[in-house]
């Protein structure tokens, strides 16, 4: 299975955000968490700063939104150029639409599950999808302890998607680590989000390397 890193800006130095785009070039997606202190109790940036990260053109943007009111801000994302847009399924009126939309606009298009949404009720719409986020931390800050409790979750998705012959991507994102990775690539999981893993890293570009390995081995 291939395997994509996905390093999230969250907690990097925002002053410097250029260059900390350029430390994790060698990556394959900037993951970028748009937060508005509704759907999680924290705020980061909106639609005007993810613009200019794609417009930066140093990495495609895997953007991740926790945001309530998906169905209204979604589809800007992808309109916006976002290689990839995920919407909380929580916060999404009609998912299916939604997921049509996103598509539409040429994006690839992910769910995103809480730890205490169950994966059970989506596998029919599995197909509406490019990935599914599987959240092993609570949404809302980086540098919480990895859910290892969340690890059957992926597996019962890569299952069902194997069942019903989609080519699902699946991303995990919360505490992924050098001591969490193996876990969630053995469970089923292709793309891996890392932000306190890379960041804080002496070097992150090398970090995102020893990742990679990790999560093929
Ligand atoms: C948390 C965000 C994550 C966060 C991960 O809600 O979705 O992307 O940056 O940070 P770490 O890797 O430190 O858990
Ligand atoms: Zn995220």
């Not at 804080?200 to 990742?211: I, P, Q, R």
């Amino acid at each position: 299975m291939s395997v994509t890193i996905s390093p999230s800006i969250l907690n990097c130095d925002i002053l410097d955000l250029r260059g900390e785009l350029e430390k994790i070039s060698n990556a394959d997606f900037a993951h970028v968490d748009v937060m508005d202190n509704h759907f999680v109790p924290n705020l980061t940036w909106g639609l005007p700063v993810v613009e200019q990260i794609v417009a930066a053109n140093i990495l495609p943007v895997d953007a991740h939104l926790m945001i309530a009111d998906a169905d209204r801000w979604a589809p800007a994302y992808a309109e916006a150029g976002c290689a990839s847009v995920t919407f909380h399924v929580e916060a999404a009126a009609a998912p299916i639409r939604l997921a049509r939309e996103i598509r539409n606009q040429g994006a690839r298009v992910g769910m995103a599950l809480k730890p205490t949404t169950s994966i059970e009720p989506f596998e029919e719409i599995l197909d509406e999808v490019d990935m599914i986020l599987i959240m092993t931390v609570e949404p809302g800050f980086g540098g919480q302890p990895f859910l290892s409790s969340m690890l059957p979750k992926i597996r019962r998705t890569r299952e069902a998607a194997k069942r019903r012959g989609i080519d699902l991507a699946i991303q995990v994102d919360g505490g992924v680590s050098q001591q969490t990775i193996e876990q969630c690539a053995d469970a089923g999981a292709d793309v891996f989000v890392a932000g306190s893993a890379v960041f804080k890293a002496e070097d992150a570009a090398a970090e995102v390397e020893t990742l990679r390995t990790l999560a093929a081995s």
